[in-house]
């Protein structure tokens, strides 16, 4: 099942922070496995790539720690 907040693209899931509630965690659309950005340890998820516009994060890749799924981050404010 795939969530409203998701879109599969260049077999990259996307996700907007901006639709997601609380306090910005969300579950692998994959596996379901639980990535928070409070996680610092990245046990859950390796950052793979960012994109930063006028010193402005705008996108993070990263990479689910349990299937290895792709996944966009976009939305920060």
């Known amino acids: 099942m795939m969530m409203k907040n998701v879109e599969e693209k260049d077999s990259a899931f996307r996700i907007n922070l901006v639709t997601i509630e609380g306090s910005g965690s969300f579950p692998c659309p994959k596996c379901g496995m639980t990535i928070s950005p409070e996680d610092e340890t990245e046990e859950n998820y390796k950052v793979k790539d960012t994109k930063v516009v006028n010193e402005e994060l705008v996108e993070l ?3 689910c720690g349990k299937c ?5 981050i976009t939305g920060f404010q």
Do not use: D, N
């Not at 290895?68 to 966009?72: A, D």
């Open 61 to 63: 890749v990263i990479a």
């Open 68 to 72: 290895g799924r792709t996944i966009k």
